[in-house]
């Protein structure tokens, strides 16, 4: 019996799929197996993780830790391993280590000292993809990079940067003078971020406004300023000071505006599978704290010992010098600050927000994740329950802004100097009334409240004014004056109600031009109704 074509083909069809089922379940059952012989870790090196970032094509092959000189590696202790930058707050690192305070607490630290040497040379790339994966279980970082790749979640603060981050120029005088310039950097660094944040405050764009200049390092980007290829570099100390070459000349620093947080980055896995040693790496750090701040001497000697004295910069013949030089620029957070943060987690929250904020509008792709998620205060206030841990002493810069009321009220405000002049300038007010519109307290907010929120050294000259129309019988200057004043009043009130020091602020009163004054015509009054906010710092 012969069967025609069109059944011969309806045949070969079902033949063939039957063939791509029993294929794809084969696969299927082949894959589970795989998948349950491979580790946790494999998983996340392969994958997009649940923040948005991902860790595929990057080399996770970690260098060697340096281990302590007690380490022995048949004690059956636990390791915890930390990457970090040669910097001084984050040498407490290589205190622990020679104080031994690691192995008091139950494990050996190891330190993956970056660019120590080649094999050390790790991009902010490996370094996130590392946390992330799992294979170290801390970096110490700033939080705006925590909140550009989510790599792990903030356990506890390092420092506040109090002037090591700083913006350099050549005749240029303020924020607002930066439109048009060629902006150098060290690509990926804070430093970048710097030059973002700064350019946020006058609402310059970073990708129309000015000119980006990214280089592969700070000593790069410095020598590119001098070179007269670009007119400000954003750089840190030491290398900052090379500006000076070219005539370059201090614009901005974190002393006046305090955004660069130094972190302590835990790693997920961490947490979820050893949150005992975690806790342990904790009290340890706590434990080395309170020694240095108790005897600082022997903890710079201990430093000084560790050796690579080229990379700390902390030698054995000037060793409290040294570490000294190194913390004047950084306000350390002592175990007291940090409670005081872990308690209430909002500002920290609120610096991650801002964060983002700031790196989006560079149009940097930033993850979709909870940024609450980002931060875990239960290894600080474990550690602050402990007696044994409370510092009897204060660090040698003891200005952390987050948690420290710091007293502004002698502030000599004659001697201020124009820093930026912020484009927030027209509000509303309701009618016949000094009081702010709902809009114009969301304009403050977004305008205003970061950046006085995380500028301790700077204060804010509020400027009111007001129309003088036309009146029978006609307004005297004081009655002018009055509604200028209770505008710029009201500015000043609603920001003390988000937070801000009173004592940060300037306020004072502008009249109309004479040839504005007494006039009926609607367009002119509109040009003197306004509240003028201008960034300004004493003594720069």
């Known amino acids: 019996m012969k069967l025609d074509r069109t059944r011969i083909i309806f045949i070969a069809i079902i033949g063939i799929a039957a063939l791509v089922i029993c294929g794809v379940a084969a696969s299927s059952i082949i894959n589970s197996f795989n998948?349950?012989?491979?580790?946790?870790?494999?998983?996340?090196?392969?994958?997009?993780?649940?923040?948005?970032?991902?860790?595929?094509?990057?080399?996770?092959?970690?260098?060697?830790?340096?281990?302590?000189?007690?380490?022995?590696a048949?004690?059956?202790?636990?390791?915890?391993?930390?990457?970090?930058?040669?910097?001084?707050?984050?040498?407490t690192l290589q205190q622990m280590q020679m104080s031994g305070k690691d192995i008091e607490q139950g494990f050996h630290l190891g330190i993956?000292?970056?660019?120590?040497?080649?094999?050390?040379?790790?991009?902010e790339e490996q370094r996130t993809a590392l946390l992330e994966s799992g294979q170290w279980n801390c970096l110490l970082t700033t939080l705006d990079s925590v909140a550009l790749s989510s790599p792990g979640v903030i356990t506890a603060i390092v420092d506040e940067s109090a002037g090591a981050d700083q913006l350099w120029g050549r005749d240029i005088n303020t924020i607002n003078d930066l439109a048009g310039k060629r902006i150098a950097f060290a690509r990926d660094s804070v430093g970048e971020y710097f030059v973002y944040y700064a350019l946020s405050i006058a609402q310059l764009s970073p990708r129309?406004?000015?000119?980006?200049?990214?280089?592969?390092?700070?000593?790069?980007?410095?020598?590119?300023?001098?070179?007269?290829?670009?007119?400000?570099?954003?750089?840190?100390?030491?290398?900052?000071?090379?500006?000076?070459?070219?005539?370059?000349?201090?614009?901005?620093?974190?002393?006046?505006?305090?955004?660069?947080?130094?972190?302590?980055?835990?790693?997920?896995?961490?947490?979820?599978?050893?949150?005992?040693?975690?806790?342990?790496f904790h009290n340890a750090w706590f434990a080395t704290l309170k020694a240095q701040v108790e005897d600082f001497d022997t903890a710079a000697s201990q430093i000084a010992a560790w050796g690579n004295n080229d990379w700390t910069f902390v030698y054995a013949e000037t060793a409290s010098d040294d570490f000294a030089a190194w913390l004047e620029s950084v306000a350390q957070a002592d175990l007291g600050d940090n409670s005081f943060v872990m308690r209430d987690t909002r500002p920290i929250i609120s610096r991650l927000e801002i964060a983002r904020r700031v790196w989006a509008a560079s149009d940097v792709n930033i993850p979709n994740d909870?940024?609450?998620?980002?931060?875990?205060?239960?290894?600080?206030?474990?550690?602050?329950?402990?007696?044994?841990?409370?510092?009897?002493?204060?660090?040698?810069?003891?200005?952390?802004?987050?948690?420290?009321?710091?007293?502004?009220?002698g502030v000599a405000t004659d001697a201020a100097a124009t820093l930026a002049v912020l484009p927030c300038r027209t509000f509303d007010f309701l009618p016949e009334s000094t009081e702010l519109t709902l809009e114009s307290r969301r304009i403050l907010d977004n305008c205003v409240v970061p950046t006085m929120s995380q500028s301790i050294g700077l204060l804010l000259r509020v400027r009111g004014s007001s129309a003088w129309p036309a009146n029978t019988p006609p307004y005297t200057e004081a009655d002018i004056l009055e509604v200028a004043e209770g505008r710029a009043q009201s500015v000043v009130d609603y920001l003390v109600s988000q937070g801000i020091d009173p004592a940060r602020f300037i306020v004072e009163a502008a009249l109309p031009p004479e040839e504005r004054r007494g006039t009926d015509d609607p367009t002119l009054q509109s040009l003197d109704r306004y509240v003028e906010l201008t960034l300004v710092t004493a003594g720069r």
């Open 208 to 280: 129309s406004q000015v000119t980006l200049v990214p280089q592969d390092s700070v000593e790069d980007a410095i020598d590119v300023f001098n070179n007269g290829q670009a007119d400000v570099v954003s750089a840190w100390e030491p290398n900052i000071y090379d500006a000076e070459q070219s005539g370059g000349e201090e614009l901005l620093s974190s002393e006046q505006l305090r955004i660069v947080i130094d972190v302590i980055v835990t790693s997920r896995q961490s947490i979820q599978t050893n949150a005992d040693l975690v806790q342990n």
């Open 74 to 91: 048949n004690d059956g202790l636990p390791t915890y391993i930390c990457g970090a930058d040669a910097f001084g707050s984050y040498f």
């Open 112 to 123: 993956i000292p970056f660019f120590l040497t080649d094999e050390y040379d790790i991009t």
């Open 370 to 409: 909870n940024v609450e998620d980002l931060v875990n205060g239960g290894f600080v206030l474990r550690a602050a329950d402990q007696a044994s841990l409370q510092p009897n002493g204060k660090p040698v810069n003891d200005t952390f802004s987050i948690s420290a009321q710091v007293d502004l009220s």
């Open 35 to 72: 998948d349950n012989d491979e580790p946790d870790v494999a998983d996340v090196s392969d994958n997009d993780n649940t923040n948005g970032s991902t860790v595929s094509n990057v080399d996770l092959d970690s260098p060697d830790p340096i281990w302590g000189p007690n380490y022995d």
